[in-house]
Every structure is written in C-alpha cells, then in structure tokens.
C-alpha cells in the first residue's frame, strides 16, 4: 500500500472515530438521511475529525507529540485492532493465545502510526464525505459502508468501512481505499515472516524496527 494510500486509509479511520450506540437506529435504511448506525458514525464523525486536523494543524506540526497523542486516541476508540489483528494473522492466528493477537494488534499499530502518522499532516481536510450504501455482510459479520471523499478538482476517493457490534458499539475492523483493503494488504506482507517465526517474534520485529508495516517488506 502506497504511502499516499497508507495516509488516506489511516484518515478514513479517523473520520469515522467515537463509537456509536447499536440502538440509536436501524441499520436497514437505504437514504443518507436515514442511513444506520455504521453510516451515521462515518457521516457525522468526519468533519469534526477533518476541521480539529484543520484547526489545530499548526500546533501538530509544532509538537508531534500531540499530534500522536490525538491520532493514538481516536484510533483506540473506535478500530478493532485486536479482531482485526486476527484477520491479518489469518491461519496463522489459529490457536494463537489472547497475549499473543494482542501484542502483534499493538506493535502493528504503533508502527502505523509511528510512520504514517505525520503524514495526515498534509492531507486535504477540506473534504466531504458522501455515504453511497450500507450493505449487510454475510454470516452476521456486520456492515459494509460505501462512501465517498469528494475533494475539488479531483476525482472522488472511494472509501469503504467494515464494522461490527462490539457489545453496544459500532467498530471498524477493515478499511478499503481505492480497493485495496488495509487487511489484506498486511495479510500479504506478513505471511511469509509468520511461515518461520512466531506471532510474538514478528511482533517484537515490529516493535523493534527489525519490520516495517509497509506493503513492500521490510
């Protein structure tokens, strides 16, 4: 996944932070204005995400360490790193402990943002998202929602967010960008490294900087 992809999928996470209550509506409705839960969080979460990278872009580029603290926050509320951990790790996931999926769900993560994080700061927020549908996905598995950043003098970015109930919330465990799903790209990356180590070897490599969460390798 480019860098330039990379930035887009960790902001398309980013708008659709602070989880939502399952029972605040349906799910079934097909409208913008009375789209479910999953496409309502998506909706209404954008721009205030958008307008606070606006509005405190100065002070990101000074201190980065808001900046992480801001994105590590927003993050952590809404993306289901651990089940979408497990979805990375795939058949190697099989058997795993708890301790194990969660140590690499964190180191992934931190590598993430340690080096895309920055780069948000030169993302366009002065975007618009449109919600195109909110499809259920097979075996109970939760939503897909559609959408669309619609920026001036450029051609839509298609974004589509896969959510699940985690006990009364909504929460995304994959993003799509321009078809290239956050989930199956280190799915890729990862499977040889986990053919001939450990969950917990790779995931100290990530930690340590030995790996890099980068579509290309190391």
Do not use: C
Request: charge should be positive; charged fraction near 25%.
């Amino acid at each position: 996944m480019k860098t330039t992809l990379m930035s887009t999928a960790l902001a398309a996470i980013l708008l659709a932070a602070t989880p939502a209550l399952v029972h605040a509506q349906s799910a079934s409705a097909n409208t913008a204005s009375t789209q479910g839960v999953p496409s309502k969080l998506v909706l209404d979460n954008s721009t205030r995400v958008l307008s606070t990278l606006e509005s405190r872009r100065a002070e990101f580029t000074r201190d980065r360490t808001a900046l992480n603290r801001f994105i590590n926050s927003e993050f952590n509320q809404m993306f289901d790193r651990e089940y979408s951990a497990r979805m990375v790790l795939g058949r190697h996931a099989r058997g795993a402990s708890d301790a194990d999926v969660r140590l690499f769900a964190d180191a992934l993560a931190d590598n993430l943002m340690a080096r895309y994080g920055s780069s948000l700061l030169d993302f366009n927020t002065r975007l618009r998202v449109r919600i195109k549908s909110e499809t259920a996905l097979p075996r109970d598995m939760g939503v897909r929602v559609s959408s669309e950043m619609l920026r001036s003098g450029g051609e839509p970015i298609p974004v589509d967010y896969f959510m699940r109930r985690v006990g009364n919330e909504w929460k995304v465990f994959d993003v799509m960008v321009e078809g290239v799903s956050f989930v199956q790209t280190f799915r890729s990356q990862f499977d040889a490294e986990l053919q001939r180590k450990s969950i917990r070897q790779v995931a100290q490599e990530l930690r340590g900087g030995q790996l890099r969460a980068n579509a290309g390798g190391r």
